[in-house]
């Protein structure tokens, strides 16, 4: 039988050889990991690294590696100083043979080497010993780009043994505090040796090197702020020092920030306003990123500043010199970036202006708050211009670059006009805006489409930021915001200006509704603009949505211009496709609503008969049926929106309407009655029609509602219309707080008519049958379905009892379902509604129903118990446990004596509820149940410690 060594060279030549398969060097990999703890592989790896094959040889040190990471303690003295000598003596090797990656594996061995043997007196020497190993004879004569193996690996070996420490850091050990002393001690030597070799060498693998050493020392913490100071110092230069050579400035930037997030640095607020002056030193490194090209650095920078104001914006509005500095930069550099680094440049202005607005009636702003006015207003004019499209119909790739310009902006400007300078950047706006309108008449004047096209996208986004301002601006704004409803009329019949100056028109509505009262021209300005719009194919859809949210917010303000809006859209309105008729008609209902209530009913019925129309032109069509029946819904809802809240004497508004289509409504919903479009329609319908009309107003439709409700149950019983059944349980209940007395009860809350409770109640019962009877509680059909029907029920027994209660056939039916399910619905949210249900018909307490249910819920109190058992005993997830504690809970204290006896005769039969615990375990367990009663927290600890017992689980205690 060949030896170990044989049969790991044979291995090896099967991962190695060229002719080998995938299979062979998959088997032989596994095979070589499943050897490498055994003692025999010390020496093996040691031959390894001698072989005149890179890959072995990084195998053996990859092997070696490991061996000393988690076999040290098995070395003895003499073979631990020996392993050392051989280590020291393969780095020299490798470093002369520039074998770089073996490099990195004998430093990793060295360095943890050193940190868990080497004693305190021994650390100058090892230090020295490795400097002088790695460091003599360095030259580089006269050629800046040249790799000096020397250099390298002394780079490397710094750099290991920082990281080496850091991941140390936990074993708190003697040898590793002994280790993280020294290296702090000897930092600034060697951060020294870092800064000589970047200002020497221009290959950037060196230069890599040293940022890397530079990043891992930064890590290890040092104490002083000298070698903070020399830190920023070295980066900074390292960042400036090569115009045509800052490939490694992302390495660059991320030391300098590792260095600003250093928890020291914040201890020393003049060492951080220090570092804040190094970076603004940077002023000309975007510049050069952007002529060279160098998208990766130039992004790299972009982040970085972001960095500097989400973390130290603080400081640098503290020293207000660099801060105007780095400002100033990040808008030159705003200005020729790409679209995605001015995405992130947007970014800085957000974290900047947030913390200036903070700190504006501070102590920590030199010069106040009021001496960057220049600098933001300049980045708000760089920003605008970026966030403008570069014509009418720009490429998809352009509207996601300028849209996300644009989100960010648009949270920056609210910064600067919310917390700093208002006044100034409305002024700025309308200045803008009203300079781009002016060149918009002139060059169409001089039939310059290219210039007409160009200031038509710059309105365009003054249009678009204003309308995000508008939103926060007081209402009592009384200087700009006329200005700019004035402009209005000015804009250039170009459809996306306009449909963004509609935007614009529907942010109004807080600010209209606090001037019309003085100013009932402004409504006049904003309802001209929106009339002609309604009727323009490309702006309706806009115009609607204007006309719907201004009408919300100011109905009063449009209330006279009622007649104008009706006329203009009376031969387009049904025209329009249905939802943009919809949002039409839900802005002309909130306006219509004001009106007295004879008028509004006449108009809401005039509409409604319109929209019948329209409905009975699609015949039997049942496409157009179903889309045309969809928007007379959302219509009429909308309709009874506008009047819910409305506080009429008499007869609702809103009722005509409904009087004259639900004859047609009842009729579709029968005859479409397959289609789902068309059910969820009507359920939408209802339910808003439920909603809104007062209860004794609802009566002449319930019956027919319930109809529906019931027949679409049958027709698609796994998605049941119970939300609507819900409402109109809650519409004709006769406990409002789920268990007041009716005597107590608020009159206008109860329901008394016994026939309307009779309906409601029959229909409940009806829906509810029909979903346990179409589930059969198997898997496979909707928990979801089973959930809602349980929720239903639970609704329903604590508002109308008389759903659950006056027939006692079907009280027990719910009763031995709701157990049943216990055991059979492998979903938990089902098994809780189901579990809730329980204990509400367990702790039901209504004086006029209990008594008769009291026979009927002694019967299956056994069967009750059974399935709890059952559930303790594994039967259900034990995750499901929490569940199960509180219904327990209340049957120990409601029914103390009968749960006693039967629990105690369930447990008494052998096996139950498993084989795996004793009598006396199930003994202990009953006498826990009831000694914890009282405390839900024990009680779940209880049950889940014999849960545990019953699956043969060695934890449970």
């Not at 004879?137 to 020397?150: A, K």
């Not at 914040?266 to 002529?291: D, F, K, W």
């Not at 028109?505 to 006049?524: K, M, N, T, V």
């Not at 096996?911 to 009953?926: A, H, M, R, W």
Request: charged fraction near 20%.
């Amino acid at each position: 039988m060949a030896s170990l060594s044989e049969q790991v060279n044979q291995a090896l030549q099967a991962i190695y050889s060229p002719q080998s398969s995938q299979e062979a060097r998959k088997n032989a990999e596994e095979w070589l990991r499943a050897q490498y703890l055994r003692p025999e592989m010390w020496q093996i790896a040691l031959d390894s690294i001698g072989v005149n094959n890179s890959g072995i040889q990084l195998w053996g040190c990859s092997i070696l590696c490991e061996k000393i990471k988690k076999q040290w303690s098995q070395l003895n003295e003499e073979q631990r100083a020996g392993l050392v000598q051989i280590l020291r003596t393969q780095l020299k090797i490798f470093t002369v043979a520039k074998c770089f990656p073996l490099v990195t594996k004998a430093c990793i061995s060295v360095s943890w080497v050193a940190l868990h043997s080497i004693q305190t007196n021994e650390w100058p020497g090892f230090f020295q010993e490795m400097a002088s190993l790695t460091t003599n004879q360095i030259t580089r004569d006269d050629n800046p780009n040249e790799v000096i193996p020397m250099e390298w690996t002394y780079l490397e070996l710094m750099k290991t043994l920082a990281d080496e420490t850091k991941q140390a850091q936990h074993l708190d050990t003697t040898a590793q505090r002994t280790a993280m002393t020294f290296l702090r001690e000897n930092a600034s030597q060697v951060l020294s040796t870092c800064h000589s070799v970047l200002k020497s060498t221009q290959a950037l693998e060196v230069r890599d090197q040293a940022i890397q050493a530079i990043n891992a020392w930064v890590e290890l913490d040092p104490r002083t702020t000298d070698d903070i100071f020399q830190i920023l110092e070295t980066l900074v230069q390292a960042a400036l020092a090569y115009p045509t050579a800052i490939t490694d400035l992302a390495h660059v930037l991320e030391a300098i920030q590792s260095c600003l997030s250093n928890t020291n640095l914040h201890r020393y607020p003049t060492a951080l306003s220090a570092a804040i002056r190094r970076v603004a030193q940077l002023g000309t490194v975007s510049q050069r990123c952007i002529e060279e090209d160098d998208e990766d650095s130039l992004s790299a920078f972009c982040s970085f500043l972001v960095y500097i104001s989400e973390s130290h914006s603080a400081t640098m509005i503290a020293n207000p010199e660099p801060a105007h500095i780095i400002c100033s930069m990040v808008c030159q550099t705003t200005q020729s970036a790409e679209p995605p680094l001015v995405v992130v440049l947007a970014e800085f202005w957000q974290h900047f202006l947030l913390e200036l607005g903070a700190q504006k009636d501070s102590n920590n702003v030199p010069g106040g708050a009021e001496s960057y006015r220049q600098v933001v207003l300049e980045s708000i004019r760089i920003l605008h211009q970026r966030s403008q499209f570069s014509s009418i119909s720009p490429s998809r790739d352009e509207q996601n670059e300028v849209n996300a310009i644009r989100e960010n902006a648009s949270e920056a400007f609210l910064f600067a006009y919310s917390q700093l300078f208002g006044d100034e950047c409305l002024q700025l706006f309308c200045e803008v805006l009203d300079a781009d309108l002016r060149g918009c008449e002139e060059a169409l004047k001089a039939q310059n489409l290219a210039e007409y096209n160009t200031r038509c996208r710059a309105v365009e986004a003054t249009l678009y930021f204003l309308a995000k301002l508008t939103e926060n601006i007081p209402e009592s704004e009384a200087t700009y915001m006329p200005l700019v409803l004035k402009m209005l009329s000015r804009v250039p019949q170009d459809v996306e200006v306009q449909r963004t100056a509609l935007t614009l028109i529907g942010s109004f509505g807080p600010w209209l509704s606090f001037q019309c009262a003085e100013h009932p021209d402004y409504a006049s300005n904003v309802a001209s603009y929106i009339i002609p719009s309604l009727v323009d194919e490309n702006l309706s859809q806009r115009a609607s949505e204007a006309l719907r949210d201004l009408a919300k917010e100011v109905p009063q303000a449009l209330l006279p211009h009622l007649g104008g809006l009706l006329g203009a859209i009376q031969n387009s309105l049904f025209q329009m496709p249905p939802a943009r008729r919809a949002t039409v008609i839900h802005g002309l209902a909130w306006v219509i609503s004001l009106l007295d209530v004879q008028s509004a009913s006449n108009l809401f019925l005039e509409i409604t008969k319109s929209l019948c129309a329209k409905i009975q032109e699609s015949g039997s069509a049942v496409q157009q049926a179903s889309q045309h029946l969809e928007a007379l819904c959302f219509e009429i809802r909308s309709l009874g929106q506008a009047c819910t809240s409305s506080s009429v004497p008499g007869e609702h508004p809103f009722l005509a309407s409904l009087r004259f289509s639900w004859p047609m409504l009842e009729q579709i919903a029968v005859h479409f009655k397959d289609v789902e479009s068309v059910r969820r329609a009507v359920l939408k319908t209802t339910f808003r029609f439920t909603e809104a009309i007062p209860r004794d107003q609802i009566r002449n439709f319930l019956r027919s509602i319930l109809n529906i409700y019931i027949e679409f149950t049958r027709l698609d019983p796994e998605n049941p219309p119970v939300r609507e059944m819900v409402l109109v349980v809650s519409r004709f209940q006769t406990r409002p707080d789920g268990g007041m007395s009716r005597a107590a009860a608020d009159p206008s809350l109860v329901c008394t008519n016994q026939q309307d409770i009779a309906d409601v109640s029959t229909s409940v019962e009806t829906i509810v049958r029909t979903v346990f009877q179409a589930s059969g509680l198997v898997q496979g059909f909707s928990p979801q379905a089973l959930s809602a029907a349980f929720d239903l029920v639970h609704f329903a027994s604590q508002r109308l009892p008389d759903c659950v209660c006056r027939n006692q056939e079907f009280f027990t039916y719910i009763l031995n379902t709701g157990i049943s399910a216990l055991l059979t619905i492998l979903d938990k949210n089902a098994f809780e509604k189901a579990r809730r249900l329980l204990h509400g018909l367990y702790t039901f307490d209504d004086s006029a129903w209990r008594p008769m249910l009291v026979d009927r819920l002694a019967e299956a109190f056994p069967t009750l118990l059974k399935t709890l058992l059952e559930a303790i005993g594994g039967a259900v997830p034990r995750s499901y446990l929490d569940d199960v504690s509180g219904l327990l809970a209340s049957l120990l204290s409601r029914y103390p004596h009968e749960f006693s006896s039967v629990a105690a005769t369930l447990l008494s039969r052998d096996g139950f509820p498993s084989n795996q615990v004793s009598v006396q375990e199930k003994k202990n367990f009953l006498e826990d149940l009831f000694r914890n009663a009282n405390n839900r927290n024990d009680l779940g600890k209880v049950l889940h410690v014999f849960s545990g017992k019953c699956l043969g689980l060695k934890s449970a205690s």
